[in-house]
C-alpha cells in the first residue's frame, strides 16, 4: 500500500499560482496513476486531474483545462498540481489520490477507481 501527504495549499490572490505536491511513500510510486480531485464548501468531492503510471499521459477537468498542469517524478514519489490563474471558484480542499492499476497508460478519472488517498490541502482564492 502507499501513504500519500499533500502540501502545498494556501491562501492566493485571484490571478495568482500555486503548486501541490504530493508526496508518496510504502509500495513503488510508478506502480500508481495518480489524480488530484477537490471538495469545495458545500460540494461534492469532484475530479481535477490525472497522470498516468508511466507519465505519458493526463486528463483534465473542463474547469481547470489550460489552467492547471499534473507532472510526476517517479524517483522522487511525487506528484504535482501547477495551478495557474486561479480563481475564486478554485476554492477546495484539494486530494491526490493513486489507482493501482496494472495499465501503464491509463488515466483514470472516476473517484471510485483510487485506493489511496491523502488527507488534503485546503487552497483559498481571495478576489
Known amino acids: 500500500q502507499v501513504q500519500l501527504v499533500e502540501s502545498g495549499g494556501g491562501l492566493v490572490q485571484a490571478g495568482g499560482s500555486l503548486r501541490l505536491s504530493c508526496a508518496a511513500s510504502g509500495r513503488t510510486f510508478s506502480s500508481y496513476a495518480m489524480g488530484w480531485f477537490r471538495r469545495a464548501p458545500g460540494k461534492e468531492r469532484e475530479f481535477v486531474a490525472a497522470i498516468s503510471r508511466s507519465g505519458d499521459s493526463t486528463y483534465y477537468a473542463d474547469s481547470v483545462k489550460g489552467r492547471f498542469t499534473i507532472s510526476r517524478n517517479n524517483a522522487k514519489s511525487t506528484v504535482y498540481l501547477q495551478m495557474n490563474s486561479l480563481k475564486p471558484e478554485d476554492t477546495a480542499a484539494y486530494y491526490c489520490?493513486?489507482?493501482?492499476?496494472?495499465?501503464?497508460?491509463?488515466?483514470?478519472?472516476?473517484?471510485?477507481?483510487?485506493?489511496?488517498w491523502g488527507q488534503g490541502t485546503q487552497v483559498t482564492v481571495s478576489s
Open positions: 489520490a493513486a489507482d493501482s492499476t496494472p495499465s501503464t497508460t491509463l488515466v483514470p478519472r472516476a473517484e471510485q477507481t483510487y485506493d489511496y
